[in-house]
């Protein structure tokens, strides 16, 4: 229940949403228990988590959509990720940096949900690619190209969000203190 | 597979940052409760043939602990769960129910003695509740019938006396039950247990009286 939980609750960004996912991802799992044949319940109930999320939840988040889509579109087309050169110069710097926990933490909030979900299923729960495609409903290979595509992106959120904390010690504007952390991706509560 | 996205070294420390940094959020309490109790209930509905693949999920799925027990403080467990349900899903259970409950089986009052009325019962029902003879207290039997509850069928025997009816509801027990009484809506509610089941007689009688309806219950039918 807690890789449930933790999948709903980064995926959605606030507690009251990610419980009521799940609640509702355990009335799906029974009502399609048939579905289930073999295999690994973790990951079949990981798949409705997310299933729940896309169609219950993420609809209502219209002013998120475009920037999403784009991102989305991505993942599929034939271009090459970025390479890391052209995100972090120094990636030695980049990765002491990365110890900071609140600013990494805050940039993977603030990638898109396909590549947050990613990344959180293969970083924070451990799943195997195979898992994975079978939570995500694609190949093996899509997974690991997603992967790859959300590692730049998180890189590229942190460089940013990294920028704008010098920025912001330089000037004495705090930004990481007000209400919505001067993010401009934050998540929004969804009701 | 394509070999341009194979784990590189800083995609490993990448991740062993993120392992380490990123919050692993866990169910909190409530969010344990909620869906053990639901799934208590649904493993009495659940059809026989997949029963065996409900538990397995269940085994897997719910961790066993403190949410289970936490959730069993009510009669039945599924009131916690219903507990957090929003009014208008609250209300719109009862009308579904109210609605299939005119369509469960009832014994016409003619048919009731206390032997017919059991076997009755237990032919529609997958337990065997006790019906007792209470002519001596005063109490008639006055009918039998399966009510529709939280999503569960319930035996549901209806005594009669001076124009009062006492209806007696016996349900499989779960997590060791309630013995709990109450009073609500005017009627009075008073619950007690036996090895398997969990029984609630519902009357408007006054609680002094039920209790001894209830005790004579238990009696006649070889509860206490």
């Known amino acids: 229940m807690d890789a449930a939980y933790n999948l709903a609750r980064w995926l959605c960004g606030n507690n009251e949403d990610a419980q009521d996912i799940v609640q509702e991802a355990y009335m799906r799992a029974l009502r399609f228990s048939s579905s289930f044949r073999d295999g690994e319940p973790r990951a079949w109930l990981l798949a409705i988590v997310r299933n729940t999320y896309y169609t219950e939840y993420r609809r209502r988040r219209s002013a998120m959509s475009v920037s ?83 590692r730049r992106m998180l890189l590229a959120r942190f460089e940013s969000l990294g920028g704008e904390r010098e920025y912001a010690r330089q000037s004495s504007v705090i930004y990481f203190e007000d209400a919505n952390g001067g993010a401009p991706n934050s998540e929004r509560k969804l009701r | 597979m394509d070999t341009q996205f194979t784990e590189t070294d800083f995609d490993r420390r990448l991740g062993d940052a993120l392992r380490q940094h990123a919050s692993r959020h866990t169910a909190p309490p409530r969010l344990r409760r909620n869906i053990a109790a639901f799934l208590r209930v649904q493993r009495q509905e659940f059809p026989p043939e997949r029963a065996g693949l409900l538990e397995r999920l269940m085994r897997r799925l719910v961790p066993l602990g403190a949410g289970f027990a936490a959730a069993s403080v009510v009669g039945i467990g599924a009131l916690h769960y219903q ?48 019906v ?45 039950g309630s013995a709990r009484s109450f009073h609500r809506d005017g009627f009075n509610v008073v619950g007690w247990t036996d090895s ?16 001894e309806f209830a005790v004579s219950f238990r009696r006649a039918a070889g509860q206490s």
């Open chain 1, 68 to 150: 999403f889509d784009e991102d989305l579109h991505a993942i599929d087309s034939a271009n090459p990720p970025p390479t890391m050169g052209a995100i972090a110069a120094d990636p030695e710097r980049t990765l002491s940096r990365m110890q900071d926990a609140r600013l990494l933490q805050r940039a993977l909030e603030q990638i898109a949900p396909e590549f947050r979900e990613a990344l959180v299923l293969r970083e924070v729960e451990d799943l195997s690619y195979k898992e994975m495609a079978s939570v995500l409903g694609v190949p093996i290979g899509t997974v690991m190209s997603r992967l790859s595509r959300a």
């Open chain 2, 132 to 176: 007792a003879e209470l002519s001596s207290d005063g109490y008639r039997l006055a009918a039998g019938r399966l009510e529709h509850v939280l999503g569960r069928a319930v035996a549901s025997i209806q005594y009669s006396r001076d124009g009062h009816l006492v209806n007696v509801l016996a349900c499989p027990l779960r997590d060791g």
């Open chain 2, 196 to 211: 398997q089941l969990q029984y609630w007689a519902v009357s408007d009688i006054d609680p002094r009286e039920l209790s």
């Open chain 2, 83 to 130: 507990a957090r349900l929003g009014d208008d899903e609250l209300l719109g259970q009862q009308i579904v129910s109210a609605r299939i409950r005119t369509s469960m089986p009832t014994l016409p009052p003619a048919a009731t003695d206390a032997r017919t009325l059991r076997a009755w019962l237990s032919d529609q029902l997958s337990f065997s509740p006790a």
